[in-house]
Nanobody
Framework: QVQLVESGGGLVQAGGSLRLSCVSS????????MGWYRQNPGRQREFVAA???????NYADSVKGRFTISRDSAKNTVYLQMNALNPEDTAVYYC???????????????WGQGTQVTVSS
């Protein structure tokens, strides 16, 4: 019903920057909170950043001051600008969101497929 597609991942050297994008499509009546999570092999998926429908943001302590989450409602897109990257940021980054698919239904949660971010030392 709703699909999330991430892009922008890749290989970058320590201290560099990347911008991730997440485009949502399908049956979308309205969009609630959107967020980014990341996961390394052998570790649990962890919260990175979130942005509410009203524009309020929250960040994990490990990325505060380096990452910025934003959204473009007209394009149904959420972004994650990542600066001053270090090897500890290496992970698969997943987009997550809450969507109403019609006026008849409440919010449902969806995940993207993930995009790999690798930071070399």
């Amino acid at each position: 019903q709703v699909q999330l597609v991430e892009s922008g991942g890749g290989l970058v050297q320590a201290g560099g920057s990347l911008r991730l994008s997440c485009v949502s499509s399908g049956s979308i009546f309205s969009i609630g909170t959107m967020g980014w999570y990341r996961q390394n092999p052998g570790r649990q998926r962890e919260f990175v950043a979130a942005i509410s429908s009203g524009g309020s943001t929250n960040y994990a302590d490990s990325v505060k001051g380096r990452f910025t989450i934003s959204r473009d409602s007209a394009k149904n897109t959420v972004y994650l600008q990542m600066n001053a990257l270090n090897p500890e940021d290496t992970a698969v980054y997943y987009c997550n969101g809450n969507f109403r698919e019609s006026y008849r239904t409440w919010y449902a949660n969806y995940w993207g497929q993930g995009t790999q971010v690798t930071v070399s030392s």
